[in-house]
């Protein structure tokens, strides 16, 4: 166990030591069926993942701000069709409304699960195990990888700014400044990776990045992705 525990990540629960790819799988699998779900298949699905954040003990709050990107859109959705969908009509707008916030919220909850309990390069190489384009891995590597480098920049250039401007917000405001700071991080962020580049041909870098293979499926992650298709294949033809 301590093998598989190694391979998929540190977690030490259960769905964190599933492999990555079944996970993958499954989670693709529940977000689809949401997609197209009436509101009962909606509870049942809602049920597997709440089994499953109970299962890796994963804190509410981590899945909850998931949620937040999608509330405006909802917000807007549900005025929008208000707005024109007339007097008449505004009972079945409003039923509509709450079932497209219940698929949505269900999505991003299994995503939010997902996330939860799986490292980004764990996530990387489950797309490589299951064929996705070298060349995609890749691009997502690397934008892993140099992300919290590209955020540092841009703090460092908004304190340097507001330390010239002595906190003056309205300074942002002037088009010549604020296409500069837009640019600026562009500009850096190239020429470091023309540097990085070279690093790497340094170090024997000939177009493939080196990722770990992945073993094969355990009896284990064979029983999560078939217990995972058999709810929601249940719930199809039940509910």
Same mark, same amino acid.
């Given at each position: 166990?301590?093998?598989?525990?190694?391979?998929?990540?540190?977690?030490?629960?259960?769905?964190?030591?599933?492999?990555?790819?079944?996970?993958?799988?499954? $989670? $693709?699998?529940?977000?689809?069926?949401?997609?197209? *779900?009436?509101?009962?298949?909606?509870?049942?699905?809602?049920? =597997?993942?709440?089994?499953?954040?109970?299962? *890796?003990?994963?804190?509410?709050?981590?899945?909850?701000?998931? =949620?937040?990107?999608?509330?405006?859109?909802?917000?807007?959705?549900?005025?929008?069709?208000?707005?024109?969908?007339?007097?008449? @009509?505004?009972?079945?707008?409003?039923?509509?409304?709450?079932?497209?916030?219940?698929?949505?919220?269900?999505?991003?909850?299994?995503?939010?699960?997902?996330?939860?309990?799986?490292?980004?390069?764990?996530?990387?190489?489950?797309?490589?195990?299951?064929?996705?384009?070298?060349?995609?891995?890749?691009?997502?590597? =690397?934008?892993?990888?140099?992300? *919290?480098?590209?955020?540092?920049?841009?703090?460092?250039?908004?304190?340097?700014?507001?330390?010239?401007?002595?906190?003056?917000? @309205?300074?942002?405001?002037?088009?010549?400044?604020?296409?500069?700071?837009?640019?600026?991080?562009?500009?850096?962020?190239?020429?470091?990776?023309?540097?990085?580049?070279? $690093?790497?041909?340094? @170090?024997?870098?000939?177009?493939?990045?080196?990722?770990?293979?992945?073993?094969?499926?355990?009896?284990?992650?064979? $029983?999560?992705?078939?217990?995972?298709?058999?709810?929601?294949?249940?719930?199809?033809?039940?509910?």
């Amino acid at each position: 166990m301590k093998a598989r525990s190694e391979d998929h990540g540190s977690g030490t629960h259960s769905p964190d030591r599933i492999d990555p790819r079944a996970k993958l799988i499954a $989670a $693709a699998a529940v977000s689809m069926t949401a997609a197209f *779900s009436r509101l009962p298949q909606l509870g049942a699905l809602a049920l =597997f993942c709440l089994v499953l954040q109970m299962a *890796s003990r994963t804190p509410p709050a981590a899945v909850l701000k998931r =949620f937040l990107p999608a509330l405006p859109l909802i917000a807007f959705l549900a005025i929008t069709l208000l707005a024109f969908g007339g007097v008449e @009509r505004r009972t079945a707008v409003i039923a509509h409304t709450g079932i497209i916030g219940v698929r949505t919220i269900l999505v991003l909850w299994c995503v939010g699960l997902f996330s939860a309990t799986t490292a980004f390069t764990d996530l990387v190489r489950a797309l490589r195990g299951l064929g996705v384009p070298r060349l995609v891995t890749d691009l997502l590597f =690397f934008a892993s990888r140099y992300e *919290s480098l590209l955020l540092r920049e841009a703090e460092r250039m908004r304190w340097a700014l507001h330390s010239r401007t002595g906190g003056n917000s @309205r300074v942002l405001k002037k088009p010549r400044v604020f296409g500069r700071l837009l640019s600026r991080p562009l500009e850096r962020a190239f020429d470091r990776s023309g540097r990085v580049h070279a $690093a790497m041909l340094a @170090r024997g870098y000939r177009g493939k990045l080196p990722v770990r293979c992945m073993n094969r499926f355990s009896p284990v992650d064979i $029983a999560f992705i078939i217990t995972a298709a058999a709810w929601i294949i249940l719930i199809l033809r039940v509910l």
